[in-house]
Antibody, heavy 122, light 106 residues
Framework: QLQLQESGPGLLKPSETLSLTCTVS??????????WDWIRQPPVKGLEWIGS???????YYNPSLKSRVTISVDTSTNHFSLKLNSVTAADTAVYYC??????????????WGKGTTVTVSS | DIQMTQSPSTLSASVGDRVTITCRAS??????LAWYQQKPGNAPNLLIY???SLESGVPSRFSGSGSGTEFTLTISSLQPDDFATYYC?????????FGGGTKVEI
């Protein structure tokens, strides 16, 4: 059974870089036909899609964050990562990683990690 | 970006009630819509994909319908475990976008 686990620092100062890793177990990030995504949820708010990487390394980012975001995949360690530059208090959120499955151009999130809380504060 | 609007934002119901949540897209998205359930402190859980396909393991009291811009999630007989927040999400076009959520409470 596929499981995802987020990890990374829980507290950052403004202007620092957020770096999170999603470790995949029970499956492979290099499996064809899936996308690997990051989503966040600010406190007491809704869900915001950050971006995605395909098994082949193609990336898709939310334009609202695109200038600050990099998503990468490491097939040797079976994980994918998120970097978000120049964080502010507005980046405080629970960050989730997720797998998307589907076919053709249409993929939906079917497996989620438990989430990790990131707080940005001076 | 495609805006997803859910209504109502909060819904008060009782065990056994039939519950319907509506999701409207600002542009046509065919059937490329998913529904998720989220309980406090937990990650979202997939209920429905492709507007009306029930995810494996999800109880049959959950059902989805709609296409184009109007979609609904129905719970035929609300159970105690169903009190949660529900989100719709379109995956027709990047950026992927979510509705604001509907909290189902007693």
């Amino acid at each position: 059974q596929l499981q995802l686990q987020e990890s990374g620092p829980g507290l950052l100062k403004p202007s620092e870089t957020l770096s999170l890793t999603c470790t995949v177990s029970g499956g492979s990030v290099s499996s064809g036909g899936f996308y690997w995504d990051w989503i966040r949820q600010p406190p007491v708010k809704g869900l915001e899609w950050i971006g995605s990487i395909s098994y082949s390394g193609s990336t898709y980012y939310n334009p609202s964050l695109k200038s600050r975001v990099t998503i990468s995949v490491d097939t040797s360690t079976n994980h994918f990562s998120l970097k978000l530059n120049s964080v502010t208090a507005a980046d405080t959120a629970v960050y989730y990683c997720a797998r998307r499955r589907g076919r053709d151009y249409y993929y939906y999130m079917d497996v989620w990690g438990k989430g990790t809380t990131v707080t940005v504060s001076s | 970006d495609i805006q997803m609007t859910q209504s109502p934002s909060t819904l008060s119901a009782s065990v056994g009630d039939r519950v319907t949540i509506t999701c409207r897209a600002s542009q046509r998205i065919s059937v490329w819509l998913a529904w998720y359930q989220q309980k406090p402190g937990n990650a979202p859980n997939l209920l429905i994909y492709k507007a009306s396909s029930l995810e494996s393991g999800v109880p049959s009291r959950f059902s989805g319908s709609g296409s184009g811009t109007e979609f609904t999630l129905t719970i035929s007989s609300l159970q105690p475990d169903d009190f949660a927040t529900y989100y719709c999400q379109q995956y027709n076009t990047y950026p992927l976008t979510f509705g604001g959520g509907t909290k189902v409470e007693i």
